[in-house]
């Protein structure tokens, strides 16, 4: 009687909450709600004309070379770093003059050692890093007036410039010593972490915006389904009892809701992926950790409220995107009341968090496009660079002065790359 009675609340529910899909299609104008007085407002902003970027000219073997052995980085989730090189060679906010710079930024791609099964291996990272700061700080004088300060780098790997995938040895490492006063970009974003330091930006994950554009449904496909997640729940090899995955939060879900029919859960990945999350209201987000999972990506894309499961979360430009209003967060303890949970969040909150999400301006924040296009997350990067300006006058050294200890940190980096 008890699941039937929660199938009859969801067919209430959704009876009230068939609403028409918006198509995805960027650049385009439309009228749309807008969010007053929040960080809604500064997603449209335009940083062409408040800073320069100056893109330092490195020998192929930090960049070109790593993509052409092995073209798959150009596809995984974090090929930002790949892209975001491309789109500032063209950039109008790239300057060749590095005097007049205010941001210097350094290419290389740390994260396209994969292996067979694509998955990138940081191991070499470090001193990848550490070579190319070397090479910079010893042919430019930039560096070395701030020992980074008005640098950027983009560690957009699992826990950044940690550079380690297994948290309990990424925070053994600690960002790398020479990256201690740069400003980060990376897709990792957990608040009292070690791996993310003060002034981070933090940005979503490449997903592919032609593969998702292939995906669209008619606009007036109802939303019949009421939660939806595919993925997986636990890590067999490495945690089989799911504590540790996703900080037991994606484990959680699987027991307890299972057997819910409100609940389409699987492990299962069908061809009708893209097309199932927009018939979705609430897409499940069971982040962990993690912000750089695509599924976040695919919600705000999709329209498919995100519900984010993830304490201490710092989201992709969370000083620009309105997380607050067109999502749902839950505490990590609260998984076992999920149902309850969204079953009375009252209609109209559903319905503006649906029409915010149908904002272009929210879906083009997500994206890395090529060619790039106003507002998408290349200029959201950029924003979030202009926004840090002037640097303070302290930040520049006296001749001779120095902070950081080029001798810190493992052995194994400090070997020659």
């Known amino acids: 009687m008890e699941i039937w009675g929660w199938v009859f609340i ?28 929040s960080a809604g407002d500064v997603l449209e902003d335009n940083p062409v004309g408040r800073l320069k970027v100056f893109v330092y000219e490195l020998p192929s073997k930090y960049s070109k070379k790593i993509l052409q052995k092995d073209p798959r980085c ?45 998955l990138p291996l940081p191991f070499k990272s470090p001193r990848m ?20 300060a008005d640098h950027f780098f983009l560690v957009p790997h699992d826990f950044g410039a940690c550079f380690h995938y297994q948290e309990e040895k990424a925070i053994e490492r600690g960002i790398l010593p020479l990256l201690q006063r ?14 993310l330091k003060e002034g981070s930006i933090t940005i979503p994950p490449y997903a592919p915006p032609q593969k998702m554009q292939t995906h669209l449904i008619p606009d007036k496909t109802p939303r019949s389904i009421f939660v939806y997640f595919r993925g997986l729940f636990y890590d067999v090899g490495n945690d089989p009892e799911g504590g540790y995955y996703a900080r037991g939060a994606r484990a959680a879900v699987w027991e307890n809701f299972k057997d819910n029919p409100l609940f389409d859960i699987s492990t299962e990945h069908p061809t009708t992926y893209y097309e199932d999350m927009q018939r979705a209201v609430f897409c499940l987000c069971p982040l ?34 309105p997380w607050e209003e067109i999502g749902v967060f839950v505490d990590e303890k609260d998984v076992p009341n999920l149902d309850t949970i969204l079953t009375s969040i009252p209609p109209e909150v559903i319905l503006r968090k649906q029409r915010l999400l149908a904002n272009p301006s929210m879906k083009q924040a997500m994206l890395f496009p090529q060619p790039a296009q106003p507002g998408d997350a290349f200029h959201q990067v950029l924003n979030g660079l202009a926004r840090k300006l002037p640097h303070d006058k302290s930040v520049y050294f006296k001749p001779g002065e120095r902070v950081l200890n080029w001798t810190a940190g493992p052995v194994g980096d400090l070997k020659p790359w």
């Open 10 to 37: 969801g067919i209430l529910f959704l009876a009230d909450f068939v609403v028409k899909i918006e198509p995805f299609k960027l650049g385009r104008s439309q009228p749309t709600e807008r969010i007053s007085g």
């Open 288 to 321: 962990g950790w993690a912000p750089w999972s695509p599924r976040l990506v695919e919600a705000v894309i999709f329209g498919c409220i995100p519900v984010i499961i993830a304490d201490d979360i710092v989201l992709p430009f969370a000083d620009a995107i």
């Open 129 to 148: 890093m550490r070579s190319a700061i070397q090479l910079i700080s010893s042919n430019w004088p930039y560096w070395n007036r701030t020992e980074g």
């Open 74 to 118: 150009l596809n995984h989730m974090f090929a930002a770093e790949i892209y975001m090189h491309r789109f500032l060679l063209s950039s109008p906010v790239r300057t060749l003059n590095p005097e007049e710079a205010d941001w210097f930024y350094t290419p290389v791609y740390t994260t396209c050692d994969l292996t067979p099964n694509g």
């Open 182 to 195: 740069a400003t980060l970009v990376q897709t990792f974003g957990q608040r009292n972490h070690v791996c």
